[in-house]
């Protein structure tokens, strides 16, 4: 029997950014599963940051990074935009690399809403290693309850979309 999948645009460039070196955060505000995915690719004294928390919209930002930085908490950027998943990683993806004359280089107020609220709780992070989207390795442990049986529950869209299969935070490993 032929398995039949389907890949949509969305599949493809979270693919894309994750082959460019976008290391992949998933969290959450309750213990009920990951809500957020944020996407960041570092840049010497900058990083760009992809967050996708569901449905129609997400938004990306340029920042400044330093030592005590919080790359999901932006107090000022470069660059942002916001729209649907599909728009927001095309942009972020085609954003000039920073040093470029054209790249955006001047700070600006973080509109609000930009980022992950901080009563964010960290699920793990994931840096993709090959073609077929494969993880390398989990890099925080999950915070889900002690006694939580995880087998009961169905693998969350956004774990599926990036690992192209339920991650170990939905099956028992």
Known sequence: MDAVVNVTELDVLL?????????WHMFRTDQHGPEV????????GCADVFVFSGGE???AYRLPTGRHADVFAPTQVYWWYGASPVWTLRAVLTLLEPGHPEAPDTLIPVPPGLGIPSNRIPVRMRRRSSVQGVLSRTVTASTRPSGANIADRAPCDICFRIARQSCPDHLAV
């Open 15 to 23: 693919e894309t950014a994750g082959k460019r070196g976008f290391m």
């Open 57 to 59: 919209h997400a938004h």
């Open 37 to 44: 995915l944020a996407g960041v690719f570092q840049h010497p």
